[in-house]
């Protein structure tokens, strides 16, 4: 007898693994091309939130320097906790509450997707893991607006409560399938990996909540200087780094959308930096390190809703545009004297708005002419109108939440630290460490 | 001419320095020392009570003419106390020491001109 009966149940046992692990239990096949980029992603978005500590870190004073890593650090804890119970849930349920944000039980706790593998052929966990990053380091980003001056536990609370209430509807209104900006007008507003949702969202934010908590002690006459330039270069360099996650992940697929967003990328963020110092070089005779980096980031958050639909000609000019805008922002800013301390709006809020609305001139004819074949006659200023909308709302709904959210945190905790725990700096008040052992005061 | 060097907390570094500026006093030298007085602190590093033996301070050397004193004094004893009467072990000390001369490198004048 060829098979024995023994053989032929195991023969049938390793068929049933073999076909188990390559199709859920759903039935969909495992895209292992597309998982394996999405797990890279995954980590690569992961990596940029230490490159947000590191980028923050160096700019502050050398008081301050492990309460502002810890800003980020926090984070990873406090939202990666937050997305396992309610998080995935908000953003990527059905909607609840008329589409003020989404919601579906079997998200809770992330049970019902232990064996669920989405359309694109990567299981569930993955897209949801991806997906926590950017709720991750989207509160961190606001950290920057009002640098060296909260309260550590009061910050705990602000962005877990924001996570829930600012990041989560809008970003189940820009990304889930049922959102309604997602739906908005032909193929609806774009925003590839998070221009509304993450840099608009958090750059106003920021500015909101400088605002209402006001300056630090000492702004602006006495002299506030970036502690340690180094770290914070590593920093933007982990953050372009990261950022190849972030845009090329954001296609959910490893395939030519993926290249696209990559190539993308890597222009706006070079021509940005390069941008940057010329202008800074013309205007202020010298070229900084500080301003290279703020020109990476300033091209990288203006190509983040547009890698999907520009090409490398069209990301070029939003760096250039990106960097320019942003410039002159960080310029008004500093006439207008409120602290934004590390330029969490005049970076990432003025650039994602910039992005955002002037990606319509450089869409890809691919895409407009499948956007035509939906809703004839479609051109680039109704998509304007489209990306003015969802702009708009974003910027309205997060100042109006964070507003909301920063008074209420600063009414039960003190939101802003007392003037001796300022003096005293982060470090020594909120965690009784410090950064460096004899480095000179600044 | 004397030399006024005060041991001040790192804490207390923005409050001297403000009120310094307030007295019109704007010629010092910062610097970051460590050492050992009356004051014992306690650190925790994962979880451990560490004493270290010396402690962190700032440095003030403030170079003045004799007229300049008293302010210069009454100045940082006001804003490095880190309670407004009695103030705390481990607010510092100010030592004032005699100061020969004083030459300005720029230009070589000496003595009170200089400062």
């Known amino acids: 007898m060829l098979f024995s009966g023994k053989r032929l149940f195991l023969f049938l046992f390793m068929l049933l693994a073999v076909s188990s692990a390559a199709f859920g239990s759903e039935g969909k096949p495992v895209d292992s091309g597309a998982t394996a980029w999405m ?33 980020s650090y926090i984070a990873m804890g406090i939202i990666s906790v937050l997305w396992v119970i309610a998080g995935y849930s908000l953003c990527f349920g059905k909607n609840a509450l008329g589409g003020w944000c989404g919601w579906n039980n079997s998200y809770f706790f992330l049970k019902g997707i232990d064996n669920s593998i989405i359309d694109a052929g990567v299981p569930e966990y993955v897209f949801s893991m991806f997906q926590s990053k950017f709720a991750i380091i989207t509160p961190a980003l606001i950290a920057g607006a009002f640098a060296e001056r909260v309260s550590f536990r009061a910050y705990c609370f602000f962005i877990a409560v924001w996570s829930l209430l600012v990041y989560d509807p809008l970003c189940h209104w820009v990304w889930a399938t049922d959102g309604f900006i997602f739906n908005l ?36 006459y006495q002299v506030i200087r970036p502690n340690n330039l180094v770290i914070t270069m590593l920093g933007a360099g982990l953050l372009w780094v990261g950022w190849f996650g972030f845009n090329a992940g954001s296609s959910i697929s490893s395939g030519l959308g993926t290249a696209q967003a990559l ?25 900084t390190a500080l301003g290279f980096a703020s020109g990476i980031l300033a091209g990288l958050v203006a190509v983040t809703p547009a890698a999907g639909v520009v090409q490398p000609y069209g990301a070029m000019c939003l760096g250039i545009a990106a960097s320019g805008i942003c410039y002159t922002a960080i310029l008004i800013k500093n006439r207008l004297g409120y602290d934004d301390s590390l330029d969490a709006f005049g970076i990432h809020g ?67 630290s007392s003037e001796s725990d300022e003096m005293a700096g982060l470090d020594r008040s909120y965690h009784g460490e410090r950064a460096y052992g004899m480095l000179n005061p600044s | 001419m004397k030399l006024i ?16 500026i307030a007295a019109e006093i704007t010629r010092i030298t910062v610097s970051r020392v460590s050492g050992h007085g009356q004051q014992r602190v306690e650190e925790i590093h994962r979880g451990q009570r560490v004493v270290p033996d010396l402690i962190p301070k700032i440095k003030i050397d403030i170079a003045v003419n004799d007229a300049f004193v008293d302010i210069t004094v009454f100045t940082i004893l006001k804003s490095a106390r880190t309670s407004e009467l009695e103030g705390n072990l481990g607010d510092g000390k100010i030592f004032i020491t005699p100061l020969e001369d004083c030459i300005r490198i720029r230009t070589g004048e000496r003595g009170g001109e200089a400062i």
């Open chain 1, 39 to 71: 797990l890279t992603s995954t980590a690569l978005v992961l990596l940029m939130v230490p490159g947000l500590a590191m980028f923050y870190g160096g700019l502050v004073r050398s008081k301050n320097v492990m309460g502002t890593i810890m800003h």
């Open chain 1, 185 to 220: 007008g032909a193929r609806g507003a774009i925003d590839f990996a998070g221009g509304t949702v993450v840099h608009i969202s958090a750059g106003v934010s920021g500015l909101v909540a400088a605002l209402y908590l006001g300056s630090r002690r000492g702004h602006p």
């Open chain 1, 263 to 287: 190539a993308a990328t890597q222009v706006a963020a070079a021509t940005g930096a390069l941008t940057w110092v010329i202008i800074e070089g013309l205007h202020q005779g010298k070229a």
């Open chain 1, 350 to 416: 003025v650039g994602g708005i910039a992005g955002a609305l002037l990606l319509v001139f450089f869409i890809r004819p691919s895409w407009m002419t499948e956007a035509s074949a939906l809703a004839p006659g479609w051109n680039i200023w109704k998509q304007l109108g489209v990306q003015l909308t969802a702009v708009s709302i974003a910027i309205l709904y997060s100042a109006g939440a964070t507003l909301a959210i920063v008074f209420v945190v600063d009414k039960i905790f003190g939101f802003k």
């Open chain 2, 5 to 20: 060097t005060a041991i001040i907390r790192e804490t207390q570094l923005d409050k001297v320095r403000e009120a310094l």
